[in-house]
Structure formats: C-alpha cells, structure tokens
C-alpha cells in the first residue's frame, strides 16, 4: 500500500486529509461534499440571494435522464474540494483544471461513475445555469450572456424546464437535500 503523498493537503470537513494533486478514493466522502457544496454561494457570491452549489447539483440530477442521476448530483462534486471558480476566471487557470481532472476522476472512481461524463448532465447543468440565471442575476443592459438553445436540448424532459421555480434553501437545509437525495438515487454504501 502507497503511502507517500505528493504535495500539500488541506482538512476536510470530516477530518480527512485532501492532497489536491494526489487525491484518492478514500479521500473523498459524501458528506465533505455536501457539506461543502452547501457553504458554496454559485456565481461567486455574485447573485441577488444566496444559491449554493449544493441546491444547484440537486437541480441538475433532477434534470438528467434516468440513470444518470447520481452523475447530476456529483457532477460539480470537486468543488467541494477545490472551491467553485467562475468560469470566466477558471479558463486561465490552467493547473486548476489539471486538479479538478483529478479530483473528478477520484470522486467517479470512489462513486463507481462512468467517465467521462455524459453529455446529457453537461446539457442539464447548462440549463439549470439558464434557470438559476433567470431567477438570480440581476439584468443589465451591459450583461451580455451567451445565448443557447438549452430548451431544445432537454429532449427527455417533459414540460418545459424553464418554469422550474427555485426557493433558495440555507447551508443546512441544502446539505440535508443534497444527502437525501444522494441516499434516494445511490446504490452502494460509501
């Protein structure tokens, strides 16, 4: 068994020990993540209520096709670890990327996920980016956001997304969904 780490490390939640450039499996545990997800605001603190990263990975596995629930539930999971970047900042910070591969390959490993990620939980937080956009940001004349087609993108989902309404939830109330519904859609203990 390995034993030497490669770099420095931070404390989780639960007291593990998290090294970001040799992270594994027995690292990683649910509840740092929700924990974490749940005390993380999404756009950097910048929209009009707080939204964290946990209600929005809780938004994302219910907009995923079925059997890939799990995936939409974790797919921001490194953030937990590694903080959410927006990602006008994120593009140029080339070794944060090379970490959250390895962070997102850990948790899929640790969590018997797929890789890569399917291209329907990628469209699905597009979209939930779209919702939680229309209800969270202010609209400026000067804010020019990406325009999209998400609503043609969501074919297995009935009704039309974008009337989903969204009442923020606090840290605890966000962790305790995020864990629910990890414990309602996940097969295995971890």
Known sequence: MQTER?????????????????PRPEDIDIHDIAHALSNTCRYGGHCSTFISVAQHS????????KGME???????????????????????LNIYHVMEEYCMNTIA????????????VKLADRAALKIERSLF???????IWEEDNTDNCLP????????ISIVPYNPIK?????????????????
Not at 12 to 20: K, N
Not at 156 to 163: E, I, V
Not at 174 to 190: D, G, P, Q
């Open 58 to 65: 809780y938004l994302v596995s219910k907009l995923v096709p």
């Open 6 to 22: 490669y770099g420095n490390w931070l404390q989780t939640y639960t007291g593990h020990a998290y090294y970001p450039l040799d």
């Open 137 to 143: 940001m202010l609209k400026l004349d000067k804010c």
């Open 70 to 92: 799990l995936w939409g539930l974790l797919h921001d999971a490194s953030e937990a670890y590694l903080v959410d970047i927006p990602h006008p900042i994120k593009e140029y």
């Open 156 to 163: 297995w989902y009935s009704g039309n997304f974008m009337n």
């Open 109 to 120: 490993r640790k969590f018997n996920l797929q890789l890569p990620m399917p291209s329907e």
């Open 174 to 190: 966000a962790k305790s969904v995020f864990l629910e519904r990890f414990h309602s859609i996940s097969y295995n203990n971890y």
